[in-house]
């Protein structure tokens, strides 16, 4: 068995360390944990919890899932996700962030917020609770 060895120039190798260099370098700026650095120290964020009555848990959830895209899609959002209770169906859970309480306010008068709030008396058990908190972070960065 013979192999070949093939013999390149320097400038093509180190190129091409240049290259893997600059992809390490991309990657460290866009891998996983870097897009904690755009939510701002002090952000608005939101811990909500609805349940829904029972025999509703189907429908709470059918007219519950669509508010994800709307909400995502609202300039001042920084962070929406929806979550239900693996043991609990029909227990769910919003974590949402916003730059600040203004921001939320504003998500509170959209149409489609007011829209699925209406629907809440007939859908949950006891409305909405709501916990207000304030995005900590490492003050070195």
Avoid: C
Wanted: overall charge neutral; charged content about 20%; cysteine-free.
């Amino acid at each position: 068995m013979s192999r070949t060895i093939r013999v390149f120039p320097l400038s093509t190798a180190l190129a091409a360390i240049a290259m893997l260099a600059a992809a390490t370098a991309t990657h460290a700026d866009t891998g996983p944990g870097t897009g904690y650095a755009q939510i701002p120290q002090g952000a608005y964020s939101i811990i909500a919890e609805v349940r829904a009555k029972p025999g509703k848990e189907a429908e709470l959830r059918a007219v519950t899932l669509p508010l994800i895209p709307l909400v995502r899609s609202e300039p001042n959002n920084l962070v929406y996700f929806l979550q239900e209770n693996r043991e609990a169906p029909g227990h769910f859970i919003f974590y949402e962030v916003f730059e600040t309480r203004a921001d939320f306010e504003a998500h509170n008068e959209t149409p489609h917020v007011k829209a699925w709030f209406a629907k809440l008396p007939e859908l949950a058990d006891g409305g909405v609770k709501v916990i207000r908190m304030e995005i900590l972070s490492d003050a070195r960065r």
